[in-house]
């Protein structure tokens, strides 16, 4: 059997990230600001001694099925890229993680209120659904599904 596990996304400020994810998604910490440092880390960042602090958070659904539904927040403390994660594996193929949500103009008003930016009106297509695009904090894409 075959999952997506989590999606993993590298952060400036590990704790305000944490909230935002925690006050407008209702996600819930699985483990928050682990150290981690192993042999992974420094082949993937092609440096020594890389050290890592993560956050998995998981939503609601995903702490019923207990599967997959989680963001895996990751903060660079030590290695080349503390400040600018230039390297193609952070910032190549990924443009957005969507988010099914039941009431998608109260999450895109939670995301406005806890930082984020709303970056496209909310469209409804033939079908009834309704979708817009914001962004967190640190301008990571988001794109919220309401189905119908």
Known sequence: MISIRHIGIYVK???????????????VPVCEKQKDKNELLDELLKY?????????????????????????????????YQEVLSEPVYNI??????????????????????????KTAIVTHINGNQFAFAT???????ELIERH
Do not use: R
Not at 13 to 27: A, L, P, R, S
Not at 52 to 63: A, N
Not at 94 to 118: F, P, R, T, W, Y
């Open 136 to 142: 967190d904090p640190e301008g990571n894409w988001i």
């Open 13 to 27: 400020n590990i704790e305000h990230m944490t909230e935002f994810y925690k006050n407008v998604f209702q996600m």
């Open 93 to 118: 193929g990924v443009m957005h993680i969507a988010i099914g949500v039941e009431d998608i103009q109260k999450i895109m008003n939670l995301i406005i209120k806890n930082g984020g930016c709303q």
């Open 48 to 80: 020594k001694n890389t050290t890592i602090i993560t956050t998995k958070l998981i939503t609601p659904t995903g702490e019923i099925t207990g599967q997959g539904d989680m963001i895996e927040l990751v903060k660079v403390m030590s290695g080349p």
